[in-house]
Nanobody, 125 residues
C-alpha cells in the first residue's frame, strides 16, 4: 500500500549537520502521519520526530531544538534535518508511515504501519 525509501545517512563529525530523506510512494493519501525513529546496536527502536497530515510536529526531548522534520508534498518526501549532531545520535534511522486510523500516539512504534529500510548515521570524530 505504501512504500518508503529512506536515505541520506553517513559519517558526520560532532557538531555537524545531515539531512535524511524518505521518499513515499503508493497510497499516500491514506497516510495520517510520518515519523522518524532510530535504533542503536543493543537498543530498542526510539522515537525521534513525527509530523501529522495537519502539520503538527513532535520531537523527542533528546533532539528537540536540534532536529527538524518537514515534508515536501510535491516530491512526496519527508525530511529530517539534523543539526548539532552528537555521538549519541549514532544509529540506524528509519522513516515510518501511519495510515489513517484512530491511533494518536505518534511516539509509539506500534502506531506505524510501514517502515523504510533504514539509513545509518554515524557521528564520530
Amino acid at each position: 500500500h505504501v512504500q518508503l525509501v529512506d536515505s541520506g545517512g553517513g559519517l558526520v563529525r560532532p557538531g555537524g549537520s545531515l539531512t535524511l530523506s524518505c521518499v513515499v510512494s503508493g497510497e499516500t493519501t491514506t497516510i495520517n502521519a510520518m515519523g522518524w525513529f532510530r535504533q542503536a546496536p543493543g537498543s530498542q527502536r526510539e522515537f525521534v520526530a513525527a509530523i501529522t497530515r495537519g502539520g503538527n510536529t513532535q520531537y523527542s526531548n533528546s533532539v528537540k531544538g536540534r532536529f527538524t522534520i518537514y515534508v515536501d508534498n510535491a516530491k512526496s518526501t519527508v525530511y529530517l534535518q539534523m543539526n548539532s549532531l552528537k555521538p549519541e545520535d549514532t544509529a540506524v534511522y528509519y522513516c515510518a508511515a501511519k495510515i489513517l486510523g484512530d491511533g494518536s500516539d505518534y511516539r509509539s512504534v506500534y502506531e506505524y504501519d510501514y517502515w523504510g529500510q533504514g539509513t545509518q548515521v554515524t557521528v564520530s570524530s
